[in-house]
């Protein structure tokens, strides 16, 4: 992919030394979608640095369940951390799902969609065992 990010996106962090051959960066992401490796994601997804999972997650933050962060916890063995991206703006889950994950001895971030584009490419970058579930900017109208 070029330097420049496509028109309505933004460029995900990259880094000199990721270079994508520990496992699946970001792209860009926006409105219109999260590129990665050439593809366009329009709904919710996992990404690990092994596996792209689309279609996960609710159609806005306020309705995960449990489900929806098991899946999280499932897809990767030994995951250390996982990252929940909310769509445009940060959205915390009920506490009681926050406490389902960390239950499990994982680390759980949750931020907006962009910042959880950026930060899972660091932390793949640095090798950690991470998994990413990302709701879209542009979520459907309630």
Do not use: K
Request: glycine letters at 12%; aromatic letters at 8%.
């Amino acid at each position: 992919m070029s330097e420049q990010a496509p028109f309505g996106y933004v460029r995900a962090m990259r880094f000199s030394e990721a270079d994508g051959s520990s496992g699946q960066l970001i792209d860009a992401y926006g409105s219109e979608g999260i590129l990665i490796g050439g593809r366009r994601f329009t709904r919710g997804l996992i990404v690990t640095p092994n596996r792209i999972e689309d279609g996960w997650g609710p159609a806005h933050p306020v309705d995960l369940t449990v489900e929806h962060l098991d899946a999280l916890l499932a897809i990767e063995p030994e995951t250390q951390v996982i990252v929940l991206g909310t769509g445009e703006t940060q959205v915390f889950p009920d506490p009681a799902l926050y406490f389902a994950v960390i239950g499990h001895g994982v680390g759980f971030e949750v931020m907006d969609t962009g910042a959880a584009c950026r930060t899972y490419n660091i932390l793949m970058s640095e090798g950690r065992r991470v998994v990413a579930g990302l709701l879209p900017l542009a979520l459907e109208p309630r």
